[in-house]
């Protein structure tokens, strides 16, 4: 079972950046597609971004494509969303997870119901 810890969240004015990290433990992450999702209070849990296991292909929401970008180091088992230009609306609780059933090196999924493991989240806020 893989544990997840993020990282990197905090307060933040509109159109500055944060970095959120994803650390997990266990020797099998190389294998796991990943992604990032959001919690808005009185929303439900969105997706936000999603990269395949060798992290050749990836994914985003439209509102936040060409402002974040996901990436990966498999060497330290850590999963990463770079979060540029950030807006009011983008205030959530941000969660990683962890897709582990391999199906290719290109494969992700965008689908909250196909995760397996999750971390706790880390709060974002930008105020305006």
């Known amino acids: 079972q893989a544990r997840l810890v993020e990282s990197g969240g905090g307060l933040v004015q509109a159109g500055g950046s944060l970095r959120l990290s994803c650390a997990a433990s266990?020797?099998?992450?190389?294998?796991?597609?990943m992604g990032w999702f959001r919690q808005a209070p009185g929303k439900e849990r969105e997706f936000v971004a999603a990269i395949s296991s060798n992290g050749g292909s990836t994914s985003y929401k439209d509102s936040v494509q060409g402002r974040f970008t996901i990436s990966r180091d498999n060497a330290k088992n850590t999963v990463y969303l770079q979060m540029n230009s950030l807006k009011p609306e983008d205030t959530a609780v941000y969660y990683c997870?962890?897709?582990?059933?391999?199906?290719?090196?290109?494969?992700?999924?965008?689908?909250?119901?196909?995760?397996?493991?999750w971390g706790q989240g880390t709060q974002v806020t930008v105020s305006s």
């Open positions: 997870a962890a897709d582990r059933d391999y199906r290719s090196s290109y494969y992700y999924t965008v689908r909250e119901w196909e995760y397996d493991y």
């Open positions: 266990g020797r099998t992450f190389s294998s796991y597609a």
